[in-house]
């Protein structure tokens, strides 16, 4: 084998070695039975036992987290009353080595249909963001409702969209160091019909997090500095036998 043949593969081996350990970087993070999605800067970890089957299996692009329900709905027909579904998630969302968490944004749709006369319809998102690790009452938390946006009293038995959108700031001063965090979503939906012959739904059709980052700074990766050095070494070789 040439010397350059050697320097080549040289450089691939570091390469390889370089792509697993990426494609690792979120396996500490991961316990037993826990189910890992890598995001472009953070890992989002969940167990599935703690994800209500409501809202469907979660998938990631980019940075977002994100899962598209059809069957989570609140259904009340002629004389049901108020019929009430509730659903909760938890996941967990770790800042890759090199990156800072900054802010955890979060978005949710649906649509809704009601019946003239006695009928409702109400949505209640609420989001709790948490130092994952910390003692309960004692660590790092904030909570919100997120507001809803769009009218939820239209009665002409057509479909309306309705829509939530929230998040939490992560770069104040509270947030410090903290770069691992879980989440949890509890959404309610609520119908009500209350006379023969009436109709209430409402039900959710998307919801999702993204989350923003910044960098900080990191020692160079020991591979990195490997695949530098073996492309100064190729570039002597391929001068020398220019």
Aim: negative net charge; contains cysteine.
């Amino acid at each position: 084998m040439t010397n350059l043949s050697v320097k080549l593969a040289a450089i691939a081996g570091i390469s390889l070695i370089a792509t697993q350990a990426q494609a690792a970087v979120c396996d500490p993070y991961v316990g037993a039975g826990e189910t890992v999605l890598e995001g472009a800067t953070v890992c989002f970890v969940y167990d599935p036992n703690d994800i209500d089957p409501k809202y469907g299996t979660p998938s990631v692009s980019g940075d977002t987290i994100f899962v598209t329900p059809t069957d989570f709905f609140a259904l009340s027909e002629n004389t049901d009353g108020s019929v009430t579904t509730t659903g909760t998630g938890t996941i967990q969302i770790i800042a890759k080595p090199g990156y800072i968490l900054d802010g955890v944004n979060f978005g949710e749709a649906g649509d809704y249909r009601m019946s003239t006369g006695a009928t409702s319809v109400d949505v209640d998102p609420y989001l709790r963001l948490f130092e994952w690790g910390g003692l309960p009452g004692v660590g790092t938390a904030e909570e919100l409702f997120v507001p809803v946006t769009g009218d939820l009293t239209i009665k002409d038995n057509n479909l309306h969209s309705w829509s939530a959108v929230g998040g939490f700031d992560l770069t104040t001063p509270t947030w410090d160091g903290i770069n691992r965090v879980g989440l949890t979503l509890q959404n309610t939906l609520n119908a009500v019909s209350l006379t023969a012959g009436e109709s209430a739904l409402i039900q959710k059709k998307a919801i999702g997090s993204s989350v923003d980052v910044s960098t900080s700074p990191v020692p160079v990766p020991a591979a990195l500095w490997l695949f530098g050095s073996g492309l100064l070494g190729l570039v002597g070789v391929i001068r020398r036998r220019g």
